[in-house]
């Protein structure tokens, strides 16, 4: 990974001329995004995102914190004890700049700490899946993570609409897929072109049948304007 989303970040936040990123998908064309946009405060927040942030309670852990917005939020607003991860050291490194307290680079995965009262994942919070077929995995681990009483807020969108009608109104997806909600997710920045990888978007009728298989409760909480939606995980 070159970390061009951490460095961008970085670029950011210490004025080091910073220019927008351009993403894309395996099922969508290059677009600008302003990285501006990660260093959003509350009130410029969707609905979903400040829902989340309302429901967030206790000790509460931030997965794929980015500029830390979100933990900024809970730790200066809410007073809430907030310990924020991610993959990307420019990230963390720009989150300490924005003054976050407790946050190290660190993958879900490998973590091994305490456990809390909220676990939060947002911006596409199944994005770091990557594949269907990993859904187990991170629901595990993340179930592991949960005090008792605990919850998970995580986030996504259901992409079906960016896949063109047949003429019987049906959707027409590439056969090779296993699930439509899998891309390839690949950024440029400053000509710098970043390793391609897996991002999974997931519907919220799939969360919640790999959730009750792994042993957790699903419901609903909000649904957003453009198919994306806030749901919480229970024990």
Known sequence: ???LFGKAML???TNNNPEDIITETSISDPDEMSISYLFRSYNEMPEIEKKALQLARGKTLDVGCGAGSHSLSLQNDRKLDVYSIDIS???IETCRLRGLQNTEVENILDYSGEKFD???LLMNGTGIFGKLENCNLYLQKLKSLLNIGGQ???????IIYMFDEDEDGGKWIPSEK???GELTFTLTYKNEREIPFDWLYLDYNTLQNASIANGLKCELIQEGEHFD???RLTL
């Open 1 to 3: 990974m070159l970390d």
């Open 152 to 158: 998970i807020l995580i986030d996504s969108s259901d």
């Open 89 to 91: 050291p420019k990230a």
């Open 178 to 180: 296993e699930y439509y």
């Open 118 to 120: 909220t676990v939060l």
């Open 229 to 231: 939606y806030l749901a």
């Open 11 to 13: 670029d950011y936040q």
